[in-house]
């Protein structure tokens, strides 16, 4: 069985908890794009493990772990991370791989990136979290970037000097500060023998894992709502978080796709600029960053919250095909006497939209429709069976799934591994 799981929503939902509790039935993990803007949690325990880069599979011992092509690797990040990881006690050696075709995010692509969010006017500032990610995937696509495999070549500090002269060119235009090219040579010469060994032909292993009858799982970073072309443009990610980018950021055929998990939290978050139709700004939303623990695992940064929004969800479970929802947080609604759910956005003129409209200046005249369902106030954290859920949780949750479609696979009731429910897979 092999899998793509994608966030539904905006980011955020529980992506590495889930992809740690599907790595028990996977041979090899798969980390298809974005980079260490993203940010998954796992807790173990009474420990917690942050991942950027690697993905969550690792923490899973015989486990193979993969960073595909359509990634943007920041060599600095991805080597803190290794000898994070291995300083938790799960070893590297053997099962972690690094495709020579990722791109790779160096210092003048951080550069780049601050530098020319600041330069926008408020108003139209991006909210980038100035990790160099949109300068990095910019380069690819304009065909000047630098990959993985280049690290292995003879003329490496050569290929530096040229990408630092052409990003001074643009940060001089920019009135911000320039580099020089010699440091940098300096600063990441020394990397090359570390990262080598890890460095390969990822679509060659892939496809000899697929021929000998492997399960692979694919990790995305960010959501649905952050794709350059599906999300709230330009209010973006710069690469495909959803299910179709696992083909093109890894270099294995759609036919091996067997099946789509899409992760939806329980209400809904969003981190950075750009709309968020239910987001709240009275004493229920702070509630739910509270008690939700709602500040970014790469940022610190306080996300916005709002109730669920099901327009969103049903465009998700439409653009990425799912199969199966993983429900998060169900726990942080615990005490609400209401819970709500949003089935459209009406205009000022009485239309409902019922699908995501591209237009956002459409979308800034809409409200919110709401249906009230009553909530369960009883603690749900302790419990393993979904039978035994409240009849009142179980309600919301059999209301959200008529108005989205697709079936429940997970359920998590609580931040640690043993508070996910398996339910139909």
């Not at 300083?87 to 972690?96: A, E, I, M, V």
Request: with cysteine; glycine share 12%; hydrophobic share 40%.
């Amino acid at each position: 069985m092999n899998t793509v799981l994608v966030g539904a929503q905006w980011g955020d939902e529980g992506k590495g908890k889930v992809i740690d509790f599907l790595t028990e039935e996977s041979d090899v993990v798969v980390r298809f794009q974005g980079g260490s803007n993203a940010g998954h949690t796992v807790v173990v325990g009474d420990k917690k493990y942050v991942l950027h880069l690697v993905p969550s599979g690792i923490l899973h011992e015989g486990k193979h772990c993969v960073i595909g092509n359509g990634v943007v690797m920041d060599p600095f990040d991805l080597m803190k991370e290794l000898d994070q990881v291995e300083s938790w006690g799960f070893p590297l050696k053997g099962r972690f791989h690094i495709s020579e075709r990722a791109q790779m995010v160096m210092q003048w692509h951080r550069a780049l990136d601050k530098a020319e969010e600041a330069a926008r006017p408020d108003g139209e500032k991006i909210g980038t979290t100035g990790r160099g990610i949109g300068p990095a995937y910019a380069a690819k696509v304009g065909r000047y970037g630098m990959r993985v495999g280049d690290i292995l070549k003879p003329n490496f500090p050569e290929l530096v000097r040229k990408q630092v002269g052409d990003a001074n060119r643009k940060l001089k235009a920019l009135g911000a500060h320039e580099l020089d090219a010699d440091e940098m040579v300096n600063l990441y010469l020394p990397m090359v023998p570390a990262l080598m060994p890890y460095v390969t032909d990822t679509i060659q292993f892939l496809h000899e894992s697929l021929e000998a009858d492997k399960s692979l799982l694919f990790e995305g970073a960010q959501a649905t709502m952050l794709d350059i072309d599906f999300g709230t443009y330009p209010f973006v990610t710069s690469s495909n978080p959803t299910a179709g980018g696992a083909c093109t950021g890894s270099g294995v055929s759609p036919r091996a796709i067997d099946r789509v998990i899409g992760v939806l939290k329980l209400y809904t978050t969003r981190v950075g600029e750009g709309p968020f139709p239910t987001e709240l700004f009275d004493a229920d939303g702070e509630t739910l960053r509270t008690r939700g623990g709602e500040f970014g695992a790469t940022t610190g940064r306080p996300r916005r919250c709002g109730w669920f929004d099901a327009v969103v969800a049903r465009f998700a479970r439409r653009v990425n095909g799912i199969d199966y929802w993983a429900m998060t947080k169900l726990d942080v609604l615990d005490e609400f006497p209401v819970v709500k759910i949003c089935t459209g956005y009406r205009r000022k003129d009485g239309f409902v939209y019922t699908t995501f409209p591209a237009d956002l200046d459409a979308l800034a005249q809409c409200e919110p429709v709401y249906e009230e369902l009553p909530g369960w106030q009883c603690p749900t954290s302790h419990i393993t069976d979904y039978a035994e859920l409240p009849e009142n949780a179980k309600k919301y949750i059999n209301r959200i799934l008529d108005i989205i479609g697709g079936k429940l696979g997970v359920l998590s009731v609580g931040p640690a591994r043993e508070t996910t429910l398996r339910i139909n897979i």
